[in-house]
C-alpha cells in the first residue's frame, strides 16, 4: 500500500485530519453493512453503493457551510452521511420504515433531509440538475450568498440536460458547483465507449466555466479544490467544475456481477483505497496513533449496528401514509 498520492502539506488541525478520516470509515462500515442487510432481502430495490469513493463526499461537503444546498444522484448514501444525515434515519430509510430520513417513501435512491438543506437522492440520471439549477436561481435572486454543490456521475454529462444546465448556470452566473465524480464507468460501459471526448473539463471549458481535474481518492485534494471552487462561487463569479478521478470498488449496483472489467485493474484501484492511504498517511505523520484508529473504527462498528436494530425495529409506513406529501387530489 502506498501513502505517495498524499504528497502536501496541509494546515488542517489533527482533529480535524481524524474526523475525515472517522467520516469516511463511517461510510465504508455503513454500506458493508447495506449490502448484508440487502443479502438479507432487509433492504430492497436498487441499492447503489459508494465503497472506493468516500473522498469525495467527505472532501467536499466538508467546506460547505450549514446552509448551503446539496443535491446528488441515486448513489447518495455517502453524500447524506457526509451531511450529516444520521446512520439511523438513513438506514431506516434503506428499510423502507417510517423512520426514514424520506419517511420510508424514498429508498435507497431518493434520501432527503430538509433540516440538513440535503436536497436529495435522485434516481434519473442528471435529473437533479435542473432542480440544483432552480435552488441556485433561487439564492442569487434572493441576494443571498448560499450555494449548490450538485454530484453526478461521469455517465450524467452524456444527458442533454446536463449541458442545459451547465450553460444557463454559466450564463446567469448561478452559485453551483458541479461535482462531477469520474470513476470511469456508467454502469457497464467504461468512458472511453460512451463519450467522443472523455476530456471532462472540456466541457465546463465550452460553457466559460472555470474547473479542475483532481485526485478523488485523496480527501486533501478534494478538500483543496473544493474550497477553491467555494471561494469562486461564493464570490459571485459563477458555477465551478470539479471532476474528481475516483473508481467505485463494487458492482453499479448490488445486482451487478461485475463482469466487465479485470481482476488486475479493481486490484491497481484497491492499492489507492481512499480510507487506506489517509489512515497510513494520519499514522506516517504523526497525526494519529493506530491505537486511535482501532477505536474509531470499533466506535463505527458500533454505530452502525445500532442503525441496522433500529431500522430493524422501526415500524413500516401505514397504508394511510400513501397518501400524504403528494399533490395529485386524491379524493
Ligand atoms: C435518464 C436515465 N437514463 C438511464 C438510466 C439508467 N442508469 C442508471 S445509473 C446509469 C449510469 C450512470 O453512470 P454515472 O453517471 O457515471 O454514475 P455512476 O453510476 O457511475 O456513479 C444509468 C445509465 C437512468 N437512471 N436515467
Ligand atoms: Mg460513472
Known sequence: MST?????PTSLDDTTLIDFYRQMALLRVFEE????????GKIRGFVHLYIGQEAVAVGAISVLQKDDYVTT??????????RGLTPNSVMAELFGKSTGCSKGMGGSMHLFDAPSNFAGGYA???????????????????NDKRLVA????????????????????????????FVCENNQYGMGIPLEDSMANPKLT???????????????????????????????VRAGNGP??????????????????VLYRTKEEEGKYRKLDPILTFGE????????????????????????????????????PKIDDLYKNIYAETT
Not at 444522484?73 to 457526509?82: K, M, N, S, V
Not at 453526478?152 to 458547483?177: C, R, T, Y
Open 4 to 8: 505517495k498520492t498524499i504528497k502536501k
Open 73 to 82: 444522484h441515486y448513489r447518495d448514501h455517502g453524500h447524506a452521511l457526509a
Open 33 to 40: 453493512r447495506c449490502a448484508e442487510q440487502y443479502m438479507l
Open 124 to 142: 434519473i440520471v442528471a435529473g437533479h440538475l435542473p432542480l440544483t439549477n432552480g435552488l441556485a436561481f433561487a439564492f442569487k435572486y434572493n
Open 240 to 257: 465551478y467544475f470539479l471532476e474528481f478521478s475516483t473508481y467505485r470498488f463494487r458492482g453499479h449496483s448490488m445486482a451487478d456481477p
Open 150 to 177: 450538485t454530484f453526478f456521475g461521469d455517465g450524467a454529462l452524456n444527458e442533454g440536460e446536463a449541458h442545459e444546465v451547465m450553460n444557463m448556470a454559466a450564463l446567469w452566473k448561478l452559485p453551483v458547483i
Open 281 to 316: 498517511w494520519l499514522i506516517s505523520n504523526k497525526k494519529a496513533t493506530q491505537d486511535q484508529l482501532d477505536k474509531i473504527n470499533l466506535a463505527i462498528e458500533y454505530i452502525v449496528e445500532e442503525s441496522v436494530k433500529f431500522a430493524d425495529e422501526s415500524p413500516f
Open 202 to 232: 472540456e466541457m465546463a471549458k465550452a460553457y466559460g466555466m472555470p474547473s479542475a481535474k483532481v485526485d478523488g481518492m485523496n480527501v486533501l485534494a478534494v478538500r483543496d479544490a473544493t474550497e477553491a471552487a467555494v471561494k469562486h
